[in-house]
């Protein structure tokens, strides 16, 4: 097996006398889909802050494509191409759809953060990339539309074409389906199908029909540990994973 993208070893978090992550080990290959399932409280949230560095590990180390960012804080971690999206929707709701991606354009170039973004000519090379992040997440025809005003699924869309502004290796998802109707389902589950194509995604994600369908490898989180990992086919038939989270969920999609 190749280097991996990703490796996380032996990563423990705690909270006071709580035992969060408890000596958690994680390869990522590049260009894979990458699911973390589980339970509510499995701890797959908290391992996305620590590999993301929204908060500090406790113990164990974090390698990304080479380089060691056990240590190092967020903005560091999207330095070498770690972009992630949250469970809750974060834009700015009285800017468009358009202005909202040239803010998080503009904020991958410092010198361009402290001046009035209203003020900046954009460069060539950043209108095209707004361009072919509109195209990629589907909302090109809506650019002029507040934010505020798109459906629910549009406005996560939206965050994960401005996560994809860094231009990061990998970007990670928390929830991204979570409250959304059946089209708006199908159209994220596209879009996130379509990234491995140039990029690595971490997932977490509870509709286990596009975790099934979409997913090269998913890891089972139970209490804080690794319960097991493997491809697709293999955590569907596995009784492990039956007994202690899926039953039945996994046999009929979605």
Known sequence: MSQPLLEARNVVKR??????????????????????????????????????????????SIV??????????????????????????SLFPTLSVHENLRLAIQGTHPRQALRLWSLIR???????????????IGLAQVRHNLSSALSHGQQRRLEVGMALAAKPKAIFLD????GMGIDDIDSMKKLIYGLRNDLTVILIEHNMGIVMDISD??????????????APGAIKSDQRVRSAYLGGMITGGR
């Open 122 to 136: 954009l460069a060539p090379d950043q209108s095209d990339a707004i361009e072919s992040i509109l195209d990629k």
């Open 175 to 178: 929830e991204p389906t979570s």
């Open 64 to 89: 990304f494509d080479g380089h060691d960012v056990s240590r190092r804080t967020d903005y560091q971690r999207v330095q070498v191409g770690m972009a992630r999206s949250f469970q809750v929707t």
């Open 217 to 230: 490898t998913i890891t089972v989180m139970q209490q804080g540990k690794v319960l097991v990992e493997g």
């Open 15 to 60: 909270y006071g006398k709580f035992l969060a992550l408890s000596g958690v080990d994680l390869r990522v290959q590049a260009k894979t889909i990458h699911s973390v399932i589980g339970p509510n409280g499995a701890g797959k949230t908290t391992l996305f802050h620590t590999l993301t560095g929204t908060v500090p590990l406790t113990e164990g």
